[in-house]
């Protein structure tokens, strides 16, 4: 499952018959055009609307333990969906973290009594805190089993579609086979939402081999440092490390964000544990010199540390 990386998706959303190309890249305002049989007949389904909230909202856990809330829906004509909340920052997505104190578990005796108040959840949902992705396999792929609880089962040749709601519009983010999902999706997730934010082209002032060290900690052996070497181009960014007496992580892919004058990286590689909502690295270019920050050890990752440009 970790093997599987975004760049496999078909960045395709399934359209009726009659758009037009440029409505294929922006699909209309809080509506996701799907199939529903063979002969291009089509429904319509807003992800967001109320109806679709009626078992209520949820905090969920991944396989990590990240939590964030969520609610899910399925029949037999839409098929099933998942609609997640997934926070813009780590002090955001901590509030869901039970051992905050001042977070929302903080006044529940029993966590489970709290990750079930729908009513509650939906008070501190303000959307301009969180990327709303929805996860959604639609009917064709789904055997209903029936009885009761109108149990189903997933389709071998199963795919699955992403959308992010993004200006009053639902974004199709791309299609991937059910089964090769990963099992961090809440990673999965944040992985999807950064390639589709991410530079489209980078500055020329950021292009080229960049490299830094930074010491960590004193051994019995000599002092333990990083070598950071980033190359930069128009196509991706990687990073390579160098280490003595530290572990090599989160090597790989990284993409970019510019904000002002700081170009933001976030690792986009296949292992989902380095994968962050906030940037791993942050680089600037100031009187004529480049810095970093989010090298080394805890003692020196907030700190701007002068990168060689090579």
């Not at 699909?27 to 078992?55: G, H, W």
């Not at 108040?117 to 996860?135: A, G, Q, R, T």
């Not at 690792?267 to 544990?273: E, K, L, P, Q, V």
Request: aromatic share 14%; glycine share 6%.
């Amino acid at each position: 499952m970790k093997n599987i990386i975004f760049f496999v998706l078909l960045l395709t959303a399934t359209i009726c018959q009659g758009q037009t190309n440029e409505q294929k890249s922006s699909i209309a305002v809080r509506e996701v055009v799907f199939e529903k049989d063979k002969k291009d007949q089509c429904l319509k389904i807003d992800f967001l609307d109320k109806k679709y909230q009626k078992n209520g909202y949820s905090v969920n856990d991944d396989i990590n333990g990240n939590l964030y809330p969520s609610y899910s829906y399925y029949d037999k004509k839409i098929g099933s969906f998942s609609v997640n909340y997934i926070s813009k920052s780590l002090i955001k997505q901590n509030f869901w973290n039970v051992d905050n104190k001042k977070g929302f578990f903080s006044k529940y005796k029993n966590p489970e009594d709290g990750s079930h108040d729908s009513k509650n959840i939906l008070k501190y949902l303000n959307p301009s805190d969180y990327y709303i992705i929805v996860e959604y396999l639609p009917s064709k792929y789904i055997k209903f089993i029936g009885g009761t609880d109108e149990e189903f089962d997933v389709k071998v040749n199963a795919m699955t579609q992403f959308y992010l709601y993004e200006n009053k519009q639902w974004i199709n983010l791309g299609t991937i086979e059910t089964k090769k999902i990963p099992e961090k999706e809440y990673q999965y997730y944040i992985t999807l939402i950064q390639h589709h934010n991410k530079d489209r082209e980078l500055p020329v002032l950021y292009l080229g081999n960049f490299s830094t060290s930074v010491n960590t900690e004193s051994t019995t052996t000599g002092m333990a440092n990083i070598t950071y070497n980033f190359k930069i181009t128009l196509k991706n960014i990687i990073l390579t490390e160098n280490t003595y007496h530290e572990p090599i992580i989160c090597e790989g892919f990284y993409s970019s964000v510019k904000e002002e004058n700081i170009l933001k990286l976030y690792y986009s590689g296949n292992d989902m544990d380095c994968v962050s909502i906030e940037p791993k690295f942050r680089i600037k270019y100031e009187k004529g010199k480049y810095y970093i920050e989010g090298i080394g050890s805890l003692s020196t990752s907030d700190e701007w540390i002068e990168l060689i440009k090579k």
